[in-house]
């Protein structure tokens, strides 16, 4: 079974640019997760979508992140501009709604630095 | 959910085994005790949970106190790729709609050859 695939592993850029990632889950997994985890710390919860509807985006500081699933499969999460603080990697996850609710699968994950 | 409290590192001998120690001296009757794990440049990966009994898989054991108020995740037999940062998350059942796991800044373990 192929995991969460995660694109790109590293992205550098400079405060104030635009940067996207994507994430395509577990074939089958309507529940997908953006975590963001910065050095030193455990992930945070940014936006939980099922299917391709948002369940949890309390942790998005909207002003500036926007995520989408449009066809309740693959996501894209958006950072418009970035700031210095966002450097961090950025997890996706998503669970199966008939596996184990507590069992969430991880990405490996995307590197970014702001400059 | 309750607040967790870890020792932020441990080190460990290869070959012997690992306790992981996680305190949750305000956990409720309904909430969970979850591990995660999360090796170098890796997502986390769940390990075991238990409510009030005793668990064991192959990877882990879990040992709960008797009032619940604190739990050990034991590695039986360290091996030098159980180097990671552990998570120890307490959390309510298992359905629920936002089924969110909120993680602390966990221990790292180093196993030593």
């Known amino acids: 079974e192929a995991g969460v695939a995660q694109s790109p592993r590293y992205k550098i850029i400079e405060k104030r640019q635009s940067v996207a990632f994507w994430c395509n889950p577990i074939?089958?997994?309507?529940?997908l997760y953006w975590y963001q985890q910065i050095l030193g710390q455990g992930p945070k919860l940014l936006i939980q979508?099922?299917?391709?509807?948002?369940?949890?985006d309390s942790q998005l500081p909207k002003d500036r992140f926007s995520a989408e699933r449009l066809k309740g499969v693959d996501s894209t999460l958006k950072i418009q501009p970035a700031k210095l603080e966002d450097s961090a990697v950025y997890l996706c996850?998503?669970?199966?709604?008939?596996?184990?609710?507590?069992?969430?699968?991880f990405g490996p994950g995307t590197r970014l630095t702001v400059l | 959910d309750a607040k967790t409290t870890q020792p932020p590192s441990m080190d460990c001998a290869e070959g012997r085994a690992a306790n992981l120690p996680c305190n949750h001296s305000?956990?409720?009757?309904?909430?969970?005790v979850y591990w995660y794990r999360q090796i170098h440049s890796q997502g986390p990966q769940y390990i075991i949970h238990?409510?009030?009994n005793n668990e064991t898989t192959e990877m882990a054991s879990l040992i709960i106190t008797e009032d619940r108020k604190s739990s050990t995740l034991i590695l039986p037999h360290a091996t030098l790729r159980d180097t990671a940062v552990y998570y120890c998350?307490?959390?309510?059942?298992?359905?629920?709609?936002?089924?969110?796991?909120?993680f602390g800044t966990g221990t790292l373990l180093a196993v030593q050859p």
């Open positions: 238990g409510l009030k």
């Open positions: 996850a998503s669970r199966s709604p008939s596996g184990r609710a507590y069992e969430q699968f």
């Open positions: 074939s089958g997994h309507a529940t």
């Open positions: 305000t956990i409720s009757g309904n909430e969970y």
């Open positions: 998350i307490v959390r309510r059942g298992y359905g629920g709609a936002t089924n969110k796991l909120i």
């Open positions: 979508f099922q299917n391709n509807g948002v369940v949890d």
